[in-house]
């Protein structure tokens, strides 16, 4: 069992930053890739970034590509979704979640936080 607990949402303005965080709980997180998913109102959960368990593969979202970035630091069972130049599409509830295999698809994961609200204003 893994427990995930994301942090680090909030409001910002097009252009900005925001850095997110996952704090996972549970055995053998360092075993586990990671990803970050959002929703939008209205849409379906996709896939934003996704990094392996070592952290030495990250993959990517083309609409994210260039502006996202995922790290991970096993020693504190944390994974990071740095977000930069935002855009008000980026406007979604952001989840981090953990499977046993590198993958891009909802289904393919075990493990899921409860999410964080990221807003972008224009």
């Known amino acids: 069992q893994v427990q995930l607990v994301e942090s680090g949402g909030g409001l910002v303005q097009a252009g900005g930053s925001l850095r997110l965080s996952c704090a996972a709980s549970?055995?053998?997180?360092?075993?586990?890739?990671m990803a970050w998913f959002r929703q939008a109102p209205g849409k379906e959960r996709e896939f934003v970034l996704g990094?392996?368990?070592?952290?030495?593969?990250?993959y990517y979202a083309d609409s994210v590509k260039g502006r996202f970035t995922i790290s991970r630091d096993n020693a504190k069972n944390t994974v990071y979704l740095q977000m930069n130049n935002l855009k008000p599409e980026d406007t979604a509830v952001y989840y981090c979640?953990?499977?046993?295999?590198?993958?891009?698809?909802?289904?393919?994961?075990?493990?899921w936080g409860q999410g964080t609200q990221v807003t972008v204003s224009s």
């Open positions: 990094i392996s368990w070592r952290g030495g593969r990250t």
């Open positions: 549970g055995r053998s997180f360092s075993t586990y890739a």
């Open positions: 979640a953990a499977s046993p295999r590198q993958a891009m698809g909802v289904t393919e994961y075990d493990y």
